[in-house]
């Protein structure tokens, strides 16, 4: 369907019974449930998809070790449930991931996470063996039913050296449990959504809602169209601009968001790489904050910081959180340095947490829950709430605003593959094999593509050929992307809708020849496409720390 179609039928559809406001992965979880439930609903996302928070994440996807510490036992509880769902139904994009914690004392922590538990105390304390081996254990029992990943494991001072030659001498000991990362967050969102508009639903990106009159009009930024829509129910899930969504559409709430911002990088340093073991490790700054390390498609993620801002689209991985993040690296990895050219990516978003008078930033609550604002039409705001428990979230909304409808549930998501994760292979290699023998295409080819697609490669693969010239991907695929995946900026295709910036495979060379297929699509003129590169050079600039020169580096030098 072509952004035009999307407008005719929108128009043709001025009064959904929902629209959502916000295309991260809870207002996309949202949509999907109502659409499979038969409702006739509306997404418009301002910007593009799972560019805000959704597309920042930790990339993990996990029960949150540390919310215990708070109290927070049915967060964790529900996260675990749906970080195992997310196991079985997305098994091309989330993946097991085992953790090691170093441990540096015994008893350490105790007294300040009892009065932290107790809300006696803001105090942030190293964590020790008797602390860390309470949680773990909690970790375990809560998943006891179902054991889907193991259970976790102790290791003394000379097991852990043995697992982590790299480890700061000074760790008494570690522990190893298992937890999961997604390796595509924003793919995975695409597909939930494409699902969404497959049942019936309509979505559209690059498409602010303001208030118009006594009405609400959806804004289509590409070319300055205007659709006045008027919905008996909107969604708000806006994340961190929610407060600023309600004043925009007219609806007078209360401050709802009290947002924190974290910021990333990816590394690429071979040292650190090996250092990891294939391992995340979860340890703490000298401040008590938790920060993780682990491999990402090739590279390093590491993180993360959590700094209270009140203007979201001020969230931006700073050089001084970038100090703050190796100098906590260099706590349980003295010995490795990492040279500034060896961080090829860095971002930041907004935890949509909920407006708090907390001091510290780690005693926010993590959970999520809905609050109506009524009026016409009555807004509900989905506040809080982790990347993990997108699905319970999206559900818990939408039954709120099916009740309210009158519109009884019929499809539970809870047991429902998402995307290319259906008929996905139990073991990959027969079946790359077999596609690469029936496609003519070489086995690394189909396995990358099984990688970023799951299961729908096999029909993908045929149509994309078998090379892969620019950043691994091949000008069929890309023009794929930019044809059914409402790809309108430089942005949406290259940090979004693909990997290639995060994973540090972005250069002037691959914007070129991305922006020529873009600009063919979409018909630009010549000044348009160079007003497109500008923009997107700008963006990599201030939010991801990446200069022109850099880029320019990255190209392989023409040889005399």
């Given amino acids: 369907m072509t952004r035009e179609?999307?407008?005719?039928?929108?128009?043709?559809?001025p009064e959904p019974a929902v629209l959502v406001i916000g295309g991260g992965i809870n207002g996309i979880s949202a949509f999907r449930e109502l659409a499979l439930n038969g409702v006739d609903v509306v997404l418009a996302e301002k910007a593009d998809y799972c560019s805000g928070a959704s597309g920042a994440l930790s990339r993990m996807v996990h029960g949150g070790l540390r919310y215990l510490e708070n109290g927070e036992f049915k967060l964790v509880r529900e996260s675990l449930l749906e970080r195992d769902l997310?196991?079985?139904?997305?098994?091309?994009?989330?993946?097991?991931?085992?953790?090691?914690?170093?441990?540096?004392?015994?008893?350490?922590?105790?007294?300040?996470?009892?009065?932290r538990f107790l809300g006696l105390s803001r105090r942030q304390g190293r964590r020790g063996a008797v602390l860390i081996k309470l949680g773990l254990t909690l970790y375990d029992l809560f998943t006891a039913g179902r054991r889907a990943l193991p259970t976790h494991a102790f290791h003394g001072r000379s097991g852990?050296?043995?697992?982590?030659?790299?480890?700061?001498?000074?760790?008494?000991?570690?522990?190893?449990?298992?937890?999961?990362?997604?390796?595509?967050?924003?793919?995975?969102?695409?597909?939930m959504l494409a699902e969404g508009v497959a049942a019936g639903g309509l979505a559209l990106n690059h498409a602010p809602v303001i208030r118009a009159?006594?009405?609400?009009?959806?804004?289509?930024?590409?070319?300055?169209?205007?659709?006045?829509?008027?919905?008996?129910?909107?969604?708000?899930?806006?994340g961190g601009w929610i407060d600023l969504t309600n004043a925009s559409i007219g609806t007078r709430a209360p401050r709802l968001i009290g947002g924190t911002m974290g910021s990333h990088l990816i590394v690429d340093n071979p040292a650190l790489y090996r250092a990891l073991s294939g391992q995340m490790i979860y340890y703490e700054n000298e401040d008590g904050r938790i920060c993780i390390a682990f491999p990402y498609l090739g590279k390093?993620?590491?993180?993360?910081?959590?700094?209270?801002?009140?203007?979201?689209?001020?969230?931006?991985?700073?050089?001084?959180?970038?100090?703050?993040?190796?100098a906590s690296l260099s706590l349980v990895f003295p010995d490795i340095v990492i040279a500034p050219d060896?961080?090829?990516?860095?971002?930041?978003?907004?935890?949509?947490?909920?407006?708090?008078?907390?001091?510290?930033?780690?005693?926010?609550?993590?959970?999520?829950?809905?609050?109506?604002?009524?009026?016409?039409?009555?807004?509900?705001?989905?506040?809080?709430?982790?990347?993990?428990?997108?699905?319970?979230?999206?559900?818990l909304a939408a039954d709120m605003a099916m009740a309210r409808l009158g519109v009884a549930r019929r499809i539970d998501t809870a047991g429902l593959a998402i995307g290319g994760g259906r008929d996905y292979p139990g073991d990959p290699a027969p079946w790359v094999a077999e596609l690469a023998s029936r496609t003519g295409l070489a086995e690394t080819r189909v396995a990358a593509l099984l990688e970023r697609y799951g299961a729908r490669a096999a029909e993908l693969a045929q149509h994309f050929g078998p090379d892969a010239a620019i950043a691994g991907h091949s000008a069929a695929e890309l023009a794929y992307l930019i044809a059914n995946e409402q790809v309108e900026t430089l942005a949406d295709l290259l940090v979004r809708r693909t990997t290639i910036a995060i994973t540090g495979e972005l250069s002037l060379r691959?914007?070129?020849?991305?922006?020529?297929?873009?600009?063919?699509?979409?018909?630009?003129?010549?000044?348009?496409?160079?007003?497109?590169?500008?923009?997107?050079?700008?963006?990599?600039?201030?939010?991801?720390?990446?200069?022109?020169?850099?880029?320019?580096?990255?190209?392989?030098r023409t040889q005399p």
């Fill in 213 to 238: 009159g006594s009405g609400l009009e959806l804004s289509d930024s590409v070319d300055g169209r205007a659709v006045p829509i008027r919905p008996r129910l909107v969604i708000n899930a806006t």
């Fill in 160 to 191: 852990t050296r043995r697992l982590f030659p790299a480890l700061n001498l000074g760790a008494r000991a570690s522990a190893t449990y298992h937890d999961a990362w997604v390796s595509r967050p924003e793919r995975l969102a695409l597909e």
């Fill in 5 to 13: 179609d999307i407008i005719e039928r929108l128009k043709a559809r």
């Fill in 342 to 395: 060896e961080i090829v990516f860095r971002f930041a978003g907004v935890r949509p947490l909920p407006a708090s008078a907390a001091a510290v930033t780690g005693r926010i609550p993590r959970d999520h829950f809905c609050e109506v604002i009524e009026g016409t039409p009555p807004v509900l705001c989905m506040i809080g709430g982790k990347w993990t428990t997108f699905r319970s979230f999206g559900a």
């Fill in 86 to 115: 997310l196991l079985a139904n997305a098994p091309h994009y989330v993946h097991p991931l085992p953790t090691t914690v170093p441990i540096f004392g015994v008893f350490s922590g105790l007294a300040s996470g009892a009065l």
């Fill in 510 to 556: 691959v914007i070129d020849r991305s922006l020529d297929l873009l600009s063919a699509a979409r018909g630009w003129t010549a000044e348009r496409a160079a007003a497109e590169r500008r923009s997107f050079l700008d963006l990599l600039a201030t939010r991801h720390g990446l200069s022109a020169e850099s880029l320019a580096r990255r190209d392989p």
């Fill in 300 to 326: 390093v993620l590491v993180g993360s910081t959590d700094v209270r801002i009140d203007d979201p689209d001020a969230a931006v991985a700073s050089a001084a959180e970038q100090d703050y993040i190796l």
